[in-house]
């Protein structure tokens, strides 16, 4: 640990930035919006370093629920508490919410439209690159893990082997491989 001061970073000015902020970041992602969120909260208003959205962002993973939303509720409970969460989690969900509800009654009439299926059909190439994308800009945070790179690295490797290739659920694999490199991080740090 360095005994060199850091220098706080920016935060939310009020409970309204946080709600029309999350708003905002809910609006810009279809298919995901974790890409989103982490260049708005950590490039653009530098509300999280890397690190601190890295170490978020695996606690919102592993809590039960939507991953965005969980890390909505950690940034504004943060910053302002219960009523921060509060408020960006009303952000994240209200107008996406009211949207949603009118796509789905559009969607009620042209469902079986070839066209609306073909195009549904190739979101899904979409989304799997812009969650590869998002795991590929992430890995630089690593560099100040305290298993180092290459460890944290192959913690990540194993996880996606046991899930993506062995089919192992995840409730087995988090706890499983989350519990050998808490211990791992526990005795590097102790």
Known sequence: MSSEPTEPHPQPASLADLFFSFTLLALQGFGGVLAIVQ???VERKRWLTPEEFVEDWAVAQIMPGPNVMNLSMMVGSRYFGLPGAIAALAGMLLVPML????????????????????????????TSGLIFATGLKLI?????HPL??????????LCFICVGLFRLPLV???????????????????
């Open 172 to 190: 087995y694999v988090l706890p499983g491989l989350g519990f050998l490199s808490g211990f791992l991080v526990y005795r590097k740090l102790k």
């Open 140 to 144: 630089p945070a690593l560099n100040n």
């Open 99 to 126: 949207i949603v509800l009118l796509l789905a009654l559009v969607y009620a009439q042209y469902a079986q439209h070839p066209g609306v299926t073909g195009a549904l059909r190739g979101m899904s190439a979409v």
């Open 39 to 41: 260049r708005e909260i």
């Open 148 to 157: 180092g790179r290459r460890l944290a690295l192959l913690f990540s490797l």
